[in-house]
């Protein structure tokens, strides 16, 4: 009685349960089918009940399945896992094979549980979509954000440049100097148009500075150096809401640092300073020298190289400042 009560509960068990289960003996001739493998599979159990179960797949599968329980037979305690795509009825399944051996390792049958999963992976694809909107949203508006930064740099290089009539291009010079030393030691990568930026705005902090004190045709009394000695504070200052990586601003702010600790403005020295300022210091430097001013004339092109050459290791990188003496020996420099 005991036996035929938990016979019969089995058998309601594997009927009643929410996945689908299909049972074949060892020869794969199908013995069982509950009713969620109907519901789930979209199948009749009288239609496939004592056919073979490679026989009941559809005739482009039916070389994967045989396949999959040859090696089940071969591997015991192994399943197999199948995702299925019902395109007709727009579902997805998951069937699982799994061998049943007895306790003589003699292969009884194979169990397939299919498991519904269309939910889930209805949940997925939305989840993968809206993943998708949002990185396609994230890059249109880096794309605005980056194309309004560079607007916003070009304007304030224009601003620079129509203020910077007194030193007739000096930002310009600054920026191919620095960019043709850059170029020469690191070649073009990812960071030769932030080197670009900062030399073409290293002195746009001039712009707070008084005329009075910037275009002072004669020597500057050593409180309006020290007004002077601001700009590059204050440029980084004006740079750093457009520059979020921090890759151009440090430049800036430290262009006028000194290779030996002494410059302005946090007397920052050697690799401390970030190695765009060091290459601009030298193009900034050169450039002034080069050009005339309202209490001296220009220096010549030897007298600047001699001065460069002198201050390496002291105000220049002497790293720099070699990159620097090929490209004035080979002409790349005037
Ligand atoms: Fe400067």
């Excluded at 074949?24 to 969620?36: C, E, K, L, Q």
């Excluded at 089940?72 to 799994?98: F, P």
């Excluded at 989840?127 to 304030?156: G, P």
Aim: with cysteine; glycine share 6%; proline share 3%.
């Amino acid at each position: 009685m005991e036996r035929e009560w938990l016979d019969n509960l089995y058998r309601l068990v594997l009927q009643q349960t929410q996945d689908g289960i299909i049972l074949s003996d060892a020869d794969g001739v199908i013995v069982f089918v509950n009713d969620a493998a109907e519901r789930i599979r979209n199948i009749q159990r009288e239609n496939i009940l004592g056919h073979s179960m490679v026989d009941c797949h559809k005739e482009t599968s039916r070389e994967k399945v045989n396949r999959a329980l040859g090696y089940l037979k071969s591997h015991e305690g192994n399943a197999v896992s199948r995702m299925v795509t019902d395109s007709v009825n727009d579902k997805y399944y998951e069937n699982i094979y799994t061998p049943v051996f007895d306790e003589t390792h003699t292969l009884q049958g194979v169990s397939v549980i299919s498991r519904d999963i269309t939910e889930r992976r209805r949940a997925e694809e939305s989840k993968a979509a809206i993943q998708r909107a949002q990185e396609v949203a994230h890059a249109t508006l880096m794309e605005k954000y980056h194309s309004l930064m560079m607007t916003s740099m070009e304007m304030l290089t224009n601003l620079l440049e129509a203020r910077d009539f007194y030193t007739n291009g000096h930002s310009k010079r600054v920026c191919e100097i620095a960019t043709k030393l850059f170029e020469h030691r690191n070649g073009i990568d990812e960071h030769f148009l932030d080197i670009q930026w900062a030399a073409k705005l290293h002195d746009i902090g001039k712009i707070c500075i008084p005329d009075a004190i910037v275009h002072k045709p004669g020597k500057l009394t050593s409180e309006e150096y020290e007004t002077i000695k601001m700009h590059s504070a204050l440029a980084s200052d004006i740079i750093r809401p457009l520059d979020p990586g921090s890759r151009i601003w440090p430049m800036i702010r430290y262009h006028h640092e000194r290779y030996d600790g002494k410059g302005y403005p946090d007397g920052r020295g050697g690799e401390e300073i970030p190695d765009g300022a060091r290459v601009i210091a030298i193009a900034d430097t050169y450039d002034a020298m080069r050009s005339c001013r309202p209490y001296r004339s220009a220096m010549s092109f030897d007298q600047c190289i001699e001065e460069i050459k002198a201050n390496a290791g002291t105000q220049f990188d002497p790293k720099w400042v070699k990159v620097f003496l090929e490209l004035a020996t080979t002409g790349s420099i005037d």
